[in-house]
C-alpha cells in the first residue's frame, strides 16, 4: 500500500509528468493508493483558499480512486509515541505530518513524500520520494 503525501499531490495537481506517471502507473497496477484524512483536509483548504474550484472538482474525482483512511485508536498511540521519541530526541516537527506517518506506520504501508527531512527521523516508517 502506497500513501501519498500533500506535496505529492501538490506536483499532481500542477501536472508534474514524472508525478502523474507514477500514480497512473499504481492505477493501472491495481496499487492501493491511499491517502490519510489529514491530507485530505490539507489539499481542500489550500484549494478553498485560493478558490480554486475547479481544482477542487478535480480532487474529489481523484478521491474516488483511492483509499482515505482515517485515525484510529493504533495510530494515536503511534503518533503519541513517534512525539515522544522525536522530543526527546530535541526534533520538533508539525503534528499533522506526526498524524501522518502514525497513519501509514499503523497500515503497515509506504509514504512518499518530497518532504523527507519532515519524516526522515520517524522510526518504523517507510519512505519514497518520486521527484
Not at 5 to 16: A, P, V
Amino acid at each position: 500500500m502506497t500513501f501519498l503525501d500533500t506535496d505529492i499531490l501538490s506536483y499532481f495537481f500542477k501536472g508534474d509528468p514524472v508525478v502523474r506517471n507514477k500514480i497512473s502507473e499504481c492505477i493501472k497496477n491495481g496499487e492501493p493508493l491511499c491517502l490519510t484524512a489529514i491530507n485530505v483536509y490539507e489539499v481542500l483548504k489550500g484549494f478553498r483558499y485560493h478558490g480554486n474550484q475547479k481544482k477542487e472538482t478535480e480532487f474529489k474525482e481523484f478521491l474516488n480512486l483511492i483509499n482515505v483512511y482515517t485515525i484510529s485508536d493504533d495510530s494515536i498511540t503511534n503518533a503519541a509515541d513517534i512525539y515522544a521519541d522525536l522530543r526527546k530526541n530535541g526534533i520538533t516537527i508539525g503534528d499533522a505530518d506526526i498524524l501522518i506517518a502514525s497513519i501509514v506506520i499503523s497500515n503497515d504501508a509506504v509514504l512518499v513524500s518530497n518532504n523527507i527531512k519532515h519524516y526522515e527521523h520517524i522510526k518504523k516508517l517507510n519512505l519514497a520520494e518520486w521527484v
